[in-house]
């Protein structure tokens, strides 16, 4: 069986609108080689995106189009065949999209982390909470894409290992063919919405989200209406509230 191409990504971008912002920054992964550059984007970086990534418009002038790099070009070879693993998924897919190239698979770290989180019990999922609730040893610094990278293989690695523990493999299969059990698992959670179980936000803070529909479903129903009529297109929580509420179709 052949091994399947892991390409470990993080992007660091104008905003976080996947309908009019852009990449400023690529970093990934791929065969234990790692590779991070930035490019000019269409548009200024906003502000609020300068003070997280610390990523300042003076730094990018100068600097390519994405559209026109070898990069592009690179990562278009390696999607064909490859496997895109990302943190949040959807943001960088959208990204990536946005600039062309398609992501025909993929494994989304934060889907697969919430899945095997059956009973709620991580307060968050964001990568850097991630790294310190595992107790992951990681080299790098938090928003900066090749340190994002750094801290999305381990969480991979960590997520994995659970995965091919918990999976059932036959007898006769070896460490190899259970890894690529175990990655085509990870692809089939992470193209799926997946279900919250905590409320980490609003009135309702810390509780169950099954405890929330006995006493307040109202509130269920109203957020579901907030999420549906938002344009962040946020489909694991309206896949959740739906479940909870009964009316999935």
């Given at each position: 069986?052949?091994?399947?191409?892991?390409?470990?990504?993080?992007?660091?971008?104008?905003?976080?609108?996947?309908?009019?912002?852009?990449?400023?920054?690529?970093?990934?992964?791929?065969?234990?080689?790692?590779?991070?550059?930035?490019?000019?984007?269409?548009?200024?970086?906003?502000?609020?995106?300068?003070?997280?990534?610390?990523?300042?418009?003076?730094?990018?002038?100068?600097?390519?189009?994405?559209?026109?790099?070898?990069?592009?070009?690179?990562?278009?070879?390696?999607?064909?065949?490859?496997?895109?693993?990302?943190h949040n998924a959807k943001f960088d897919i959208a990204i990536l999209e946005?600039?062309?190239?398609?992501?025909?698979?993929?494994?989304?770290?934060?889907?697969?982390?919430?899945?095997?989180?059956?009973?709620?019990?991580?307060?968050?999922?964001?990568?850097?909470?991630?790294?310190?609730?595992?107790?992951?040893?990681?080299?790098?610094?938090?928003?900066?894409?090749?340190?994002?990278?750094?801290?999305?293989?381990?969480?991979?690695?960590?997520?994995?290992?659970?995965?091919?523990?918990?999976?059932?493999?036959?007898?006769?299969?070896?460490?190899?063919?259970?890894?690529e059990a175990a990655i085509q698992k990870m692809i089939d959670i992470s193209?799926?919405?997946?279900?919250?179980?905590?409320?980490?936000?609003?009135?309702?803070?810390?509780?169950?989200?099954?405890?929330?529909?006995?006493?307040?479903?109202?509130?269920?129903?109203?957020?579901?209406?907030?999420?549906?009529?938002?344009?962040?297109?946020?489909?694991?929580?309206?896949?959740?509230?739906?479940?909870?509420?009964?009316?999935?179709?």
């Open positions: 069986m052949a091994e399947t191409t892991l390409i470990f990504l993080d992007t660091e971008t104008t905003g976080n609108d996947v309908t009019k912002d852009r990449l400023c920054q690529v970093c990934y992964r791929v065969h234990g080689e790692i590779r991070c550059e930035y490019f000019k984007p269409s548009l200024p970086m906003s502000v609020k995106s300068m003070s997280v990534t610390h990523i300042t418009n003076r730094m990018l002038e100068g600097k390519p189009a994405f559209s026109e790099s070898q990069m592009k070009k690179d990562l278009e070879g390696l999607l064909e065949d490859g496997v895109l693993v990302a946005a600039e062309g190239l398609s992501v025909p698979r993929h494994i989304c770290t934060l889907r697969v982390a919430r899945f095997l989180d059956e009973k709620g019990i991580i307060p968050e999922y964001n990568l850097q909470f991630l790294r310190y609730y595992l107790d992951l040893e990681v080299p790098g610094s938090a928003h900066d894409a090749e340190g994002d990278v750094n801290v999305l293989c381990a969480v991979f690695e960590r997520l994995l290992q659970k995965i091919m523990k918990d999976v059932d493999s036959p007898p006769s299969q070896n460490s190899g063919e259970a890894k193209s799926k919405p997946s279900l919250y179980k905590t409320f980490n936000f609003g009135k309702h803070k810390e509780k169950t989200i099954e405890e929330v529909m006995k006493t307040d479903p109202g509130y269920l129903s109203w957020l579901l209406n907030q999420k549906k009529a938002a344009n962040d297109n946020d489909e694991d929580w309206i896949y959740t509230l739906e479940h909870y509420l009964g009316t999935r179709a």
